[in-house]
């Protein structure tokens, strides 16, 4: 085999709790992950040049030695003593610093490829554990699917169901610093919690109305504050009718839940014609 093609699938935070800081200055979360069918395509193809290149579809990620991907790559190489080399190529569809873990998502990606085209056979486990060195995201976006994640996001408890629903995701043209996010979210008192238990019923139950009732997250708290747009657009999907909406990550991506998908498109066309967005999706659950 010579080359590998791979779906990154980007995640979207049904809940996200934030349980206090730690002396490593992380903090300690306790959030349910879920993978949208919003995909990057990374395509990694074997040479003999000994060097790891990443070509990219868009300028507004780098293409050197600080792409995750270029990471990833470079840690099994080296691990491994491989010699040859490797072209990471990414087509990029996850909206960039928007909460939906691209950057990890593609790590992940090129971790599993590497060992797969290197026949490496390193356990999903022994991937996770490298994964984590290069970013708290990835180890999730290595088992991918539905997850209750815990500590810095790397204890992983997967949760089996089979959701249906339509997920429109909307990216506004503003960039949120996660590090502020997180910064200033010791600093709030924090109105609404998750309940992540009634969120996992909800899940095991298929129960699209319930799960929508019990999403949180409280990044909200300290986002929407500084970025009202993200309120607007969650106020927006749920007058077209979505059962829900949120904000993922620390934003300023939004989703919405909708049980319909004739309603699930009125609102993409309602929030097309307000013109107060950068990117714009209809996906699904991936599990
Ligand atoms: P999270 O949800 O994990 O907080 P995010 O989705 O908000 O992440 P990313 O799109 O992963 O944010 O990008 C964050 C930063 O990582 C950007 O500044 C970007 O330049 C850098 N980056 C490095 N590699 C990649 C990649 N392969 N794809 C996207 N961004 C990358």
Do not use: W
């Amino acid at each position: 085999m010579k080359s590998i093609k791979l779906k990154a699938y980007g995640k979207i935070n049904l809940g996200l709790d934030v349980l206090g800081k730690r002396d490593d200055g992380y903090h300690d979360l306790d959030m349910i992950m879920q993978s949208v069918d919003l995909f990057d395509e990374i395509t990694i193809t074997k040479n003999n040049s000994g060097e790891i290149t990443v070509k990219t579809s868009t300028e507004k990620i780098p293409n050197d030695e600080s792409n995750l991907a270029y990471k990833a790559a470079k840690l099994l190489l080296e691990e491994f003593d491989i010699k040859k080399g490797v072209e990471i190529e990414i087509e990029k569809n996850i909206p960039i610093s928007g909460g939906m873990a691209g950057g990890s998502t593609d790590c992940a990606a090129v971790l599993k490829g590497i060992n797969k085209l290197f026949k490496l056979k390193l356990p999903e486990e022994k991937l996770m554990a490298r994964g984590v060195r290069l970013g708290a995201d990835v180890p999730f976006c290595i088992i991918g699917n539905t997850a209750r994640a815990e500590g810095i996001g790397e204890i992983l408890t997967p949760i089996k169901n089979r959701m249906k629903g339509y997920i429109v995701l909307a990216k506004p043209p503003i960039s949120v610093s996660t590090g502020f996010v997180y910064g200033r979210i010791d600093k709030v008192k924090v109105k609404h919690k998750p309940d992540t238990g009634a969120m996992i019923v909800a899940l095991e139950n298929n129960d699209l109305q319930a799960l929508a009732d019990s999403i949180c997250n409280v990044l909200e708290e300290v986002t929407i504050p500084d970025y009202p747009v993200v309120q607007e657009i969650k106020d927006m999907m749920k007058e077209d009718g979505a059962l829900n909406a949120m904000m993922t990550g620390s934003g300023p991506t939004v989703f919405g839940l909708f049980d319909d998908k004739e309603k699930a498109i009125a609102a993409i066309d309602h929030l097309t014609e307000a013109d107060i967005l950068e990117q714009l999706y209809l996906a699904k659950f991936v599990n």
